[in-house]
């Protein structure tokens, strides 16, 4: 079965720092772009940070850029989300993602295929 | 970055309805569009990626149309499981972007 299994989250105070993992297992996890997308209380999707396979192509969201940092260890089947300097609109479910991988006729497709259960991270004094 | 605009935010269906969601882009992006249906305390789960293509598992009564700026998202026959909230998300370029939301309630 493909799943991932997000870890890590907690409260934490503003500037502090935390580090998420997100766990693949049941699909070859080095042959696929994976991403960070939160969620805030009561409120819609945000992208984070997109990571690929190798490591070469590293996209954050402006929100976050020069605070987050997105990895992954490919032995290991994990992605990671150090996350720095937090700030209260940090607050949310934190989802990681496996891409889709969709490619037809020359055309590649992303989407966020696998989503994890989540991890809840809370920025508060 | 793109925006993606959905309508409406929230509407109220009856078991056995058909629903129309629309998403719009603030640009054209072909067809990188994909759909996403949250039930609440849930993960997010793909339903339709690539404006029109269903998702392995998802039932046949959701389809995917639209491309360019706009986009629908159709539920044929409104299942009680149906209820939940719906994004859009276009793949054309970084940073993908969703839309607002739209929850579908029961009348």
């Known amino acids: 079965e493909v799943q991932l299994l997000e870890s890590g989250g907690g409260l934490v105070q503003p500037g502090g720092s935390l580090r998420l993992s997100c766990a693949a297992s049941?699909?070859?996890?080095?042959?696929?772009?994976i991403s960070w997308i939160r969620q805030a209380p009561g409120k819609g999707l945000e992208w984070v940070s997109s990571?690929?396979?190798?490591?070469?192509?590293?996209y954050y969201a402006e929100s976050v850029k020069g605070r987050f940092t997105i990895s992954r260890d490919n032995s290991k089947n994990t992605l990671y989300l150090q996350m720095s300097s937090l700030r209260g609109e940090d607050t949310a479910v934190y989802y990681c993602?496996?891409?889709?991988?969709?490619?037809?006729?020359?055309?590649?497709?992303?989407?966020?295929?696998?989503w994890g259960q989540g991890t809840t991270v809370t920025v508060s004094s | 970055d793109i925006q993606m605009t959905q309508s409406p935010s929230s509407l109220s269906a009856s078991i056995g309805d058909r629903v129309i969601i629309t998403c719009r882009a603030s640009?054209?992006?072909?067809?990188?569009l994909n759909w996403y249906q949250q039930q609440p305390g849930k993960a997010p789960k793909l339903l339709i990626y690539?404006?029109?293509s269903l998702q392995d598992g998802v039932p046949s009564r959701f389809s995917g149309s639209g491309s360019g700026t706009d986009f629908t998202l159709s539920i044929r026959s409104l299942q009680p499981e149906d209820f939940a909230t719906y994004y859009c998300?276009?793949?054309?370029?970084?940073?993908?972007?969703f839309g607002g939301g739209t929850k579908v309630e029961i009348k």
């Open positions: 993602a496996k891409d889709l991988g969709y490619c037809s006729g020359g055309t590649c497709f992303d989407a966020f295929e696998i």
């Open positions: 990571l690929s396979t190798t490591g070469t192509n590293i």
């Open positions: 049941g699909f070859a996890f080095s042959n696929y772009v």
């Open positions: 640009q054209s992006i072909n067809r990188y």
């Open positions: 998300q276009q793949s054309l370029t970084y940073p993908p972007t």
């Open positions: 690539a404006a029109s």
